[in-house]
């Protein structure tokens, strides 16, 4: 997974108005637990932009008060009106410890199916995995090369064997479509 730092501060106030003081300052509540205690802290909202608005798949190096942890990010919350992140939890992570989480699927080669004039359309962008923390890789590559017109890679296809993927088997992670118009060609043909 990649790596990310992110310096935040202990909450001395609990609560919704003191949320929404923070807020206001620049600032996103959160809560980090998984460890031997909870802790509820706060970091400047820019920090969490890698992290929130990106495919991949982060490590958090999250240091409150100059104790550092090690967490990845487990859910997140925006605002109803203005989609600005209003809060965050963050699971404590070792490198043994057992975790849930995203990981990317990258697509390589070019389909045959889209040379034929077919799409080629990713319809799952991550797939959903459990196991050691130290053992999650960045991303998955997946090979595409061999799709032709009409056919599908699904999940099982994917061969990660320290890990247990949890999404279905049988769902679709890209699929190289016919248009229309090669559709009534390919049926004239026939």
Do not use: C, W
């Amino acid at each position: 997974m990649k790596v990310t730092e992110i310096v935040g501060f202990k909450r001395a106030n609990l609560g919704r108005q003191s949320a929404q003081e923070l807020r206001a300052e620049g600032y996103v509540p959160g809560i980090l637990y998984g460890g031997e205690e909870q802790i509820s802290f706060y970091a400047p909202a820019y920090l969490f932009r890698p992290v929130v608005y990106s495919i991949d798949a982060y490590e958090i190096k999250l240091t409150i008060d100059g104790k550092e942890y090690r967490a990845i990010l487990q859910d997140k919350q925006f605002h109803p009106v203005n989609d600005s992140l209003i809060h965050v939890d963050l699971l404590e992570i070792n490198p043994d410890k057992v975790i849930t989480t995203s990981i990317p699927v990258r697509l390589t080669g070019t389909a045959k199916g889209a040379k034929q004039g077919g799409k080629l359309v990713q319809t799952l962008r991550k797939v959903r995995v459990k196991g050691p923390a130290k053992l999650i890789p960045e991303f998955v590559n997946l090979d595409v090369t061999e799709l032709g017109l009409g056919k599908s890679i699904r999940v099982k296809s994917i061969e990660l064997p320290e890990l247990t993927i949890i999404d279905p088997a049988a769902n679709p992670v890209a699929t190289v479509t016919i248009p229309r118009a090669l559709r009534g060609q390919l049926n004239a043909e026939k």
